[in-house]
Structures are given as structure tokens and as C-alpha cells.
T-cell receptor
Framework: QQQVKQSPQSLIVQKGGISIINCAYENTAFDYFPWYQQFPGKGPALLIA?????SEKKEGRFTISFNKSAKQFSLHIMDSQPGDSATYFCAASSLGGYQKVTFGIGTKLQVIP | DSGVTQTPKHLITATGQRVTLRCSPR?????VYWYQQSLDQGLQFLIQYYNGEERAKGNILERFSAQQFPDLHSELNLSSLELGDSALYFCASSRQGSNEKLFFGSGTQLSVL
């Protein structure tokens, strides 16, 4: 059972465009929603994260939008660059508890010049 | 560099065999997580240890086992290997066990022939 559904699984965006990746979760006990970025041959690395008490968090060109009532959150990459080409994973967990971090299936982003 | 060390980087073995994957967490991190990554399943949580004790268990097969030693390094043992066990196995660590920020190693690519 996939508790975090992520789409699309692959995405091609032109340089300078906006990349948007969507995720939906089921477990209302989740209270921490990170995004991880993975380059080929490397492990995932934390990119940005949000708690459900805010609807948006921005760090540079990366923004998370969070809709608690819809149980959805998304990653927006503004002014996408070829160096952003990577696989992106959304995730959800419950901080401080014993709940595992549940990852989405991943989105392979390719930014073309 | 995340500070998490996984060995070996690559492992090729035959069906029915047993292998051990090793993980050294970041200095000071008490919690270790094991994930299995495959193309169609994304990142699947296997098991988490905190300061030597098992804290959470995911979809880990009975043929798989893990432990965390007093020096906090961890080993994942895979036995009676099957073709379907071929995957990338990641270890991650965090300061406490709160799931807030996971630091991933570069993974061990296991190929079962």
C-alpha cells in the first residue's frame, strides 16, 4: 500500500521553466513533509521540508505548497536549470514518533537547454 | 559528502547466497535506517535502529536481518538471495530517531545472478 502517491514519474522541462511535482498522502498522522533530491550514483539528500502549520515554504528557487485539507503537497522549481536534473522524492513522516519515513516513488526530472 | 559510509559499493553474487552490507553513520548520529530502492518500487523502508535497539520495521523479508553495534555502525544481512533482491540498498542516519533529517550514504548496488 503506497501511502504517499507521487506524480509524474518523469518530467521534461525547458531551461528557465517551472517544474512541478505533486504528492498526496493518506495518513493524517503525518506532520512532516520533506523533499529529497537524488543525483545519479548518489544517495538522496534533503532539499526542503514543510510542517503542516504553514501553507508554503520557499528556499531560493524551490517552493513547497501544502494543502492540509486535500492532503496534498507539491514542489515547484522556478527558473529550472540543467543542474536541477535529478530524481526528486517527496516523503512524509511523523516527527518524534516511531513512524517510518515514507517516500513517494520518485520523479525523474530532466531540464533541457 | 553526507558523512554516511556504505560498503561495498557494488556486490555481485548468485542466488541462494548470503551477503552482508555495512553502514557507518555520521559521527554523533544515533539512528540508522535501511532502505531498498528499485525502479518500480521507489525507496522502500526496511528497518530502523536507534542506539542499538530496533525502533521501527518496514516490509523487511524474513530472509533479511539487521543489527546496530555498540559503535553505532550497522549491518544488513541478506540470505537465501533471489533474483528479485537485486536492488540499490541505502543506509541513512539521523541525529536522534525523530525522522527529521536523514543523511543517506551512496548505497550498495546488489546484483543477484
Amino acid at each position: 500500500q503506497q501511502q504517499v502517491k507521487q506524480s509524474p514519474q518523469s518530467l521534461i522541462v525547458q531551461k528557465g521553466g517551472i517544474s512541478i511535482i505533486n504528492c498526496a498522502y493518506e495518513n493524517t498522522a503525518f506532520d512532516y513533509f520533506p523533499w529529497y533530491q537524488q543525483f545519479p550514483g548518489k544517495g538522496p539528500a534533503l532539499l526542503i521540508a514543510i510542517r503542516p502549520d504553514v501553507s508554503e515554504k520557499k528556499e531560493g528557487r524551490f517552493t513547497i505548497s501544502f494543502n492540509k485539507s486535500a492532503k496534498q503537497f507539491s514542489l515547484h522549481i522556478m527558473d529550472s536549470q540543467p543542474g536541477d536534473s535529478a530524481t526528486y522524492f517527496c516523503a512524509a513522516s511523523s516527527l518524534g514518533g516511531y513512524q517510518k519515513v515514507t517516500f513517494g516513488i520518485g520523479t525523474k526530472l530532466q531540464v533541457i537547454p | 559528502d553526507s558523512g554516511v559510509t556504505q560498503t561495498p559499493k557494488h556486490l555481485i553474487t548468485a542466488t541462494g547466497q548470503r551477503v552482508t552490507l555495512r553502514c557507518s553513520p555520521r559521527s554523533g548520529d544515533l539512528s540508522v535506517y535501511w532502505y531498498q530502492q528499485s525502479l518500480d518500487q521507489g525507496l522502500q523502508f526496511l528497518i530502523q535502529y536507534y542506539n542499538g535497539e530496533e525502533r521501527a520495521k518496514g516490509n523487511i523479508l524474513e530472509r533479511f536481518s539487521a543489527q546496530q553495534f555498540p559503535d553505532l555502525h550497522s549491518e544488513l544481512n541478506l540470505s537465501s538471495l533471489e533474483l528479485g533482491d537485486s536492488a540499490l540498498y541505502f543506509c541513512a542516519s539521523s541525529r536522534q530517531g525523530s525522522n527529521e533529517k536523514l543523511f543517506f550514504g551512496s548505497g550498495t548496488q546488489l546484483s543477484v545472478l
